[in-house]
Each structure stands twice: as structure tokens, then as C-alpha cells.
């Protein structure tokens, strides 16, 4: 069964920490996205990743950084945790080539800042 | 860059009846695939459907079904039957073919559909 899984579906930090959220998949996907998911703005692209330590701004990247150091991980980083980052991190991998394939995603980390 | 609108930011119907989400989006490419993936309570997004630009017959998947208007850049989902297990956060998305995946979906702001007993 194929799958993404991100470390932590809940997490509560508090302003100026710096957080850490990582994704892993087990398909050998060459993309690996960040979005994020706010009510009533929908998913939200960060940055995502084509290969090994290669990165990609997406809509709102700021306050983000990433990281992909091995093919299967791609880590997401909040350097200093703000309010307005409070919101549902969803990670997101698809195989390149077919811009048909389906994009698998992981179950989601809310993160709380307080 | 591509947009994704979806304009009913909720719907309700009873179980068995038929509804219809509503998409459009705006693009000046040729060659995209557009998706409506659901989202349950659970949060894991789930692909309900999918249909390649370039294809004039519409998708179909069991109780789903598109109805896609290119030359309008239109693509709705319909549920058919549907059945409480359908509530659930639906979102429109869309992906240029020319980059081979490799840029991500863009989404709309989704559906809410309830469906009450």
C-alpha cells in the first residue's frame, strides 16, 4: 500500500520556535510538494521539489524553508513560528513524467502557534 | 499562472439525490488534467476523479461523473446516489502537462457537501 506519511498530525509550538515538519513516501517520487490549508482559501502551494536538493518557491513561501536531502523526505521548516503560520500542513508527492498521475498526500499536521 | 475557482463554498442535498459542484478555471495552456479529489473528516484527500484536457468524452467513476467544457473552462462534478459517506470537503484542482507534474495542483477553495439523512 502506497503511502506519505507526515511525523505529526498534531503540534502545538510556541511563537519563535523554530518547527520542523517532515514528510516522508515510499513510492519513489521524484516531486514532493508542501501546501497549506486555511478555511475558505483552499491548499495553498509553498515549495515543492523535483529531485535531491533541488527546491522550488511556490504561492506563499514566506516565513518556509525546505529541505530534501534524500529522495524520500522533504522536510518543511518554519525558522521562527508565527501566529499566522497556525493553520493544516498537508505534504503531497507524484510521479514525474505524467502530469496525469494521481498526487498522494499524507494525513495532514494542524499545527498551533501560540 | 493558473486559477482555480470553485463558487459554491457549501451545498446540502438528502441521501440518494443527485448534486452537482461547479469548477472553472483559467489557463492559456493547451495540454492539463484537471482532478476533484475529497476530502473526508479523516483530512487524508482522496482522488475521486480525473480527466486529460485532451479528451473530448467525459470521466466516469462509479457514482461520479464530469461534465467538461473546455472551450468555457468548465468541469463539474457530479455524485450521483449519493449516500452519507459523500460528506466531505471537495476541491477542483488543476495541473499543466508541460512540466510533467513537476510544479503541483493548483485547487480551488473547495465544496462543502453535506448530505443529510
Known amino acids: 500500500d502506497v503511502k506519505v506519511t507526515q511525523s505529526s498530525r498534531y503540534l502545538v509550538k510556541r511563537t519563535g520556535e523554530k518547527v520542523f515538519l517532515e514528510c516522508v513516501q515510499d513510492m519513489d517520487h521524484e516531486n514532493m510538494f508542501w501546501y497549506r490549508q486555511d478555511p475558505g482559501l483552499g491548499l495553498r502551494l509553498i515549495y515543492f521539489s523535483y529531485d535531491v536538493k533541488m527546491k522550488e518557491k511556490g504561492d506563499i513561501p514566506e516565513g518556509y524553508s525546505v529541505s530534501r536531502e534524500k529522495k524520500e523526505r522533504f522536510s518543511l521548516i518554519l525558522e521562527s513560528a508565527s501566529t499566522n503560520q497556525t493553520s493544516m500542513y498537508l505534504c503531497?508527492?507524484?510521479?514525474?513524467?505524467?502530469?496525469?498521475?494521481?498526487?498522494?498526500f499524507g494525513q495532514g499536521t494542524r499545527l498551533t502557534v501560540v | 499562472a493558473q486559477t482555480v475557482t470553485q463558487s459554491q463554498p457549501e451545498m446540502s442535498v438528502q441521501e440518494a439525490e443527485t448534486v452537482t459542484l461547479s469548477c472553472t478555471y483559467d489557463t492559456s495552456e493547451n495540454n492539463y488534467y484537471l482532478f476533484w479529489y475529497k476530502q473526508p473528516p479523516s483530512r487524508q484527500m482522496i482522488l475521486v476523479i480525473r480527466?486529460?484536457?485532451?479528451?473530448?468524452q467525459n470521466a466516469t467513476e462509479n457514482r461520479f461523473s464530469v461534465n467538461f467544457q473546455k472551450a468555457a473552462k468548465s468541469f463539474s462534478l457530479k455524485i450521483s446516489d449519493s449516500q452519507l459517506g459523500d460528506t466531505a470537503m471537495y476541491f477542483c484542482?488543476?495541473?499543466?502537462?508541460?512540466?510533467?507534474?513537476?510544479?503541483?495542483?493548483?485547487f480551488g477553495k473547495g465544496t462543502h457537501l453535506i448530505i443529510q439523512p
Open positions: 480527466q486529460e484536457a485532451y479528451k473530448q
Open positions: 484542482a488543476f495541473i499543466d502537462a508541460r512540466g510533467g507534474g513537476a510544479d503541483g495542483l493548483t
Open positions: 503531497a508527492s507524484t510521479r514525474q513524467g505524467a502530469g496525469n498521475t494521481e498526487a498522494f
